[in-house]
């Protein structure tokens, strides 16, 4: 057997690939589908094409974030630092406006991708933990964005790379989206077909049978936080697109939870041995289309956040009563 079959193998067995973890896993399609025919049938307006629109161009960033939260979960880690990142980028893309746009596309990129490979080195070679090396990033890349902007909102130019990423459309299917999932259906091909992908899920079902197995643990920690981080500063480029301003104090915030709560939602475990790319997607979908079922039913906004705590928590139980 060669070794990216051995794997598969391995994978498999350390997943969790009972009947009842299957019928968990598409759960999310299940109550996505169900809560779209309530809000079609009883939300006034929700027919919309707008509607849906606006939806999407909201639940771009959230989808890309949840891409790298996946893998990271995937390894049994976790990274909190995705929110913050994406307000990093946006801070430094506008401090590198005057290079031109493409600089300050570049910029954001890279500083995603920078605090992504700091936050890996710090978990993969320093072994310090996933959860307290992520929190540490969170509270400095907030920070560092909002002292680099003096706390302020600096607007973004119209025109050019930002109108096109901020208000650009396929009929109605917004530019960011089409990329998000574009992005989506890569990382689920590399998660599904690559030795990589394979390795990751290893790693987060059995780290010590991985590092017996040969497989690279630390080479592949580090890959995956700083794929995390790239992915996040390309969601602050988004936000910020779509805002048509870079807002240290607005843009990310909180993010992290709606990517942790999408990616296990959808289908991928806290305890790490599975990834489900196309359930964290549709886990950020349902997450956003309950958002403005809540807000275009008149619900007030707190008891509005009560509610979609109270269904994050439920959905969170089961998948933790599910083993």
């Known amino acids: 057997m060669n070794r990216p079959s051995r794997l598969a193998g391995l994978a498999a067995r350390a997943g969790h690939d009972t009947p009842a973890a299957m019928l ?20 006034p307006g929700f027919r919309n094409p707008i509607v849906i629109r606006n939806l999407l161009f ?87 964005a909002e002292a680099l902007l003096d706390g302020s909102r600096v607007s973004l130019p119209t025109g050019g790379v930002f109108d096109w990423l901020g208000i650009g459309a396929v009929s109605l299917v917004p530019m960011v989206a089409i990329i998000a999932l574009a992005l989506a259906a890569t990382v689920a091909l590399v998660v599904r077909t690559t030795v990589f992908g394979r390795s990751l899920v290893f790693i987060g079902a059995n780290q010590a049978a991985a590092v017996i197995a040969g497989i690279k643990v630390r080479r592949t920690l580090f890959a995956v ?8 500063g390309l969601a602050g480029l988004f936000a910020a697109a779509r805002l048509g301003a870079a ?59 009560i509610l979609k705590a109270a269904f994050i928590v439920a959905a969170l139980y089961l998948q933790r009563a599910g083993g």
């Open 24 to 43: 968990r896993a598409q759960s999310v399609y299940i109550a996505f589908a169900l809560l779209v025919i309530v809000d079609l049938i009883f939300t």
């Open 58 to 144: 909201q639940a771009a960033p959230i989808i890309l974030i949840t891409l790298g939260q996946s893998l990271a979960i995937g390894t049994r880690g976790i990274d909190l630092s995705v929110g913050s990142s994406m307000a990093l980028a946006a801070s430094v893309m506008a401090l590198a406006l005057p290079g031109g746009a493409g600089v300050s596309v570049v910029a954001a990129l890279g500083t995603g991708l920078a605090v992504g490979l700091l936050n890996g080195a710090l978990i993969a070679f320093l072994d310090i933990n996933p959860l307290i090396s992520s929190l540490a990033l969170l509270v400095t890349a907030r920070g560092l």
């Open 225 to 232: 936080y700083a794929a995390s981080g790239l992915l996040a």
């Open 247 to 305: 807002d240290p104090n607005y843009i990310g915030l909180n993010f992290e939870l709606d990517a942790i709560a999408a990616a296990v939602i959808g289908g991928t475990p806290l305890s790490g041995g599975r990834v489900s790319i196309a359930g964290g997607v549709f886990g950020v979908l349902l997450l956003q289309v309950l958002g403005a079922s809540f807000i275009m039913n008149d619900i007030n906004f707190s008891y509005a956040q």
